[in-house]
């Protein structure tokens, strides 16, 4: 596996995903952990994810994940008006890609959008399409009868440049 270091000093925004299998094979994400701990990487999610998180039917469970998610999330980021503007240009950009995303992904490809210079982690990968994200990492955690398959997307802006023809109007 490659290094974390390459994200030293970075933010991560965790997916809910990611949560739910730390939480539940501890053991298995061990160091992963460690190394997103060396590297200083700084992980940041938002209510949403949290909600979707420690919904559960037993009180006890909702209180334990809500104890989890407030010790292993450094921030829970704003879900400020501009993400919320972001909400409709980012569906018409998924167009057919679209389908089967769920709004809680959605609303994390526009926290990405957002703030520039945060990466999304996720095993969601059909939800994050590389015309609109770029794939920069890749990373896998082996389980008894499993493999999960882990990235971390980033959104680098189309180009804001304007052609010589659009200049001379």
């Not at 990487?41 to 949290?50: A, G």
């Not at 829970?76 to 389908?99: A, F, H, N, R």
């Amino acid at each position: 596996m490659e290094s974390w270091d390459q994200f030293r000093l970075k933010t991560i925004l965790v997916d809910t995903n990611f949560l739910f299998d730390v939480y539940n094979a501890k053991e298995k994400y061990a160091t992963v952990l460690t190394e997103i701990q060396q590297a200083q990487i700084n992980l940041v999610s938002t209510d949403l994810v949290r909600i979707e998180f420690i919904r559960s039917r037993d009180k006890r469970a909702v209180e334990e994940k809500a104890i989890y998610f407030s010790e292993f999330i450094d921030t829970s980021l704003p879900m400020d008006p501009e993400v919320m503007k972001l909400i409709q240009p980012t569906i018409e950009e998924y167009g057919k890609d679209i389908d089967g995303v769920s709004p809680v992904d959605i609303t994390l490809a526009c926290c990405i959008k957002r703030y520039h210079g945060l990466y999304l982690l996720t095993r969601n990968h059909k939800d994050f399409p590389t015309k609109i994200f770029s794939r920069d990492y890749i990373f896998s955690v082996e389980h008894n009868r499993d493999v999960k398959t882990y990235a971390l997307y980033y959104y680098m802006p189309k180009s804001t440049s304007i052609t010589i023809a659009q200049y001379a109007k």
